[in-house]
């Protein structure tokens, strides 16, 4: 993840609070980002026991909107979103023709016909330019790359309804989750959906990037007594692989199909034509050779990105996340393995640095909140 | 957090501790800061010989791995291995979280290292 040195990161609205603030800085997909404020472990156990504020404006929007935009949406994203209702959000993919990750993204219906499609912050421009090709021929659709008009703010945490609430107008206990509204949050317009990226309960709120250090102290301010902190990209990364999330570049991508991503329930079996369909489709007839796993390392050692992961003595896959999880203090990880050795109790190893290491093939995801 | 002024330092961020011809081996506050939360510490067998600057261990962070390298020439001759239960001490309190202890068989090396003041200047 070097960034070229002659291209200057991009800085989200928060970014001067950030620096004020002392949080560790890194360059991220292009990006000056926080990685850590107080620490990831510290962070990362904030938001399993109460609740933290993320800044994720680097992620990117983009919209779909006329006549046909149900229609464009149906062709360029995995799952389907004829089922989402005005309000609702889904998870789902952005594929090429084999199938495989160009993205994956979340998909807003914010109206009947128009569409806000959230996507990696990495991918921003390559989506966009995807995504406007392949809805050439729909009809009445066209796709606007809105990223500058959002600020995007996660507050994840048992505690987040409880924070959020005095804020706003808009009824969080009563929000599904995957669902969204509109209204006001500090006496800022904002669009407040129960989503996020941790597995826990929390929320991601869209404002206007002039206001956005505005909503940021105010919901901190909120959350004093519940001892709500800042968190960074850190803490984010392990919290969402203890929920057993993928990460686009890590365990998703242009090699990796929605079938061996073990991601069936955001393709939309029974739509009709959608980019990856036929390759999709004849892979679940016939069986995909390989599969992501959860695993659990048994001796000592933690397996990270990139290592290799071996049955006996071949080289049979590859550790695509991996880390020492703060929660749950144990070395987790997800890994793309041959079908035979992915059921649950299996073992394989990984060979961390030379050194060959057992691990267990668990089922994800490794944490889920109680409720 | 200062810097102990009886210990010798590496530009790779080690400290030693000498007491005759044993030197205690660890990471510096500078190192431990930037690493950030140490979660795991993989140190040598006892009776490891070392050259100066050979890799004798790793440490890893949540988001990274490191090794550590040793400040002199010499043999292992006492393991931390307090430190396999809690690596989180390496935070809390770098300059006493010793990981080895290296007997030199060339003490003239550590004459060579910086001292904390030239420490200090490096890591500013």
Redesign the interface.
């Known amino acids: 993840m070097e960034q070229a040195t002659e291209t200057p990161l991009k800085k989200t609205a928060l970014n001067a609070r950030h620096r004020a603030s002392g949080a ?1 800085m890194v360059p991220f997909s292009g990006w000056d980002m926080p ?2 404020y107080s ?4 962070e990362h156990n904030a938001v399993r026991t109460r609740a933290g504020v993320f800044d994720v404006s680097h992620m990117g929007e983009i919209e779909i909107a006329g006549k046909d935009a149900l229609a464009a949406v149906q062709r360029i994203s995995s799952n389907d979103a004829s089922k989402l209702q005005v309000g609702q959000a889904q998870y789902s993919g952005l594929l090429t023709p084999q199938g495989t990750f160009v993205d994956d993204l979340l998909v807003y219906r914010l109206g009947p016909a128009h569409f806000l499609l959230v996507v990696n912050a990495g991918n921003i421009a390559k989506d966009y330019g995807w995504m406007a090709e392949q809805i050439k021929g729909v009809g009445d659709a066209v796709a606007v790359d809105s990223s500058s008009r959002y600020a995007l703010i996660a507050l994840q945490g048992p505690e987040a309804v409880n924070v959020l609430q005095p804020l706003t107008g808009v009824d969080l206990a009563g929000m599904k989750y995957y669902w969204f509204g509109h209204g006001e949050v500090a006496n800022v317009r904002a669009t407040v959906s129960r989503t996020g990226y941790t597995g826990e309960d929390g929320f991601e709120i869209f404002v206007p990037p002039q206001s956005a250090d505005k909503v940021w102290q105010a919901i901190l301010e909120s959350g004093t007594a519940a001892e709500v902190i800042p968190c960074g990209l ?1 803490a984010r990364d ?1 919290l969402r692989l203890e929920a057993g999330m993928r990460l686009h570049g890590n365990d998703i991508d242009e090699t990796t199909t929605a079938v061996e991503a073990d991601l069936n329930w955001i393709v939309g079996w029974k739509k009709d034509d959608f980019i990856g369909a036929a390759a999709l489709r004849e892979q679940k007839a016939n069986g995909a050779a390989r599969k992501i796993v959860g695993f659990e390392v048994l001796d ?3 397996a ?1 990105h990139g290592y290799d992961a071996y049955v006996g003595d071949v080289k049979a896959g590859v550790v695509t996340s991996g ?2 999880t ?1 929660y749950l203090k144990k ?1 987790i990880g997800m890994a793309y393995l041959p079908i035979a050795h992915t059921a649950p109790g299996s073992e394989f190893d990984v060979d961390i ?1 030379g050194r060959r290491t057992l691990a267990r093939v668990v089922p994800m995801p490794f944490y889920k909140r109680s409720r | 957090m200062a810097y102990p002024a009886g210990f010798k330092y590496t530009k790779d961020h080690e400290w030693i501790e000498l007491t005759g011809d044993n030197g205690k081996v660890g990471i510096t506050d500078y190192a431990q800061q930037q690493l ?2 140490v ?2 510490v ?1 140190l040598p067998e006892i009776g490891a010989k070392l050259k100066q600057g050979q890799s004798f261990g ?1 440490i ?4 990274a ?1 490191s090794e550590l390298y040793s400040p002199v020439t010499g043999e292992v001759v006492e393991v931390n291995t307090a430190l ?1 239960d809690k690596p ?1 001490t390496v ?1 809390k309190d770098p300059h006493a979280s010793w990981m080895v202890v290296i007997k030199l068989s060339s003490p003239g090396e550590a004459g060579a290292l910086l001292d904390a003041t030239q420490y200090q200047d490096l890591v500013k």
């Open positions: 560790k990685v850590e620490g990831i472990v510290l850190g392990t000592r050692g933690i990270r880390t020492q703060p070395a640095r | 950030g939360d979660v795991y993989e790793t890893e962070s949540v988001k791995v396999r989180e935070n």
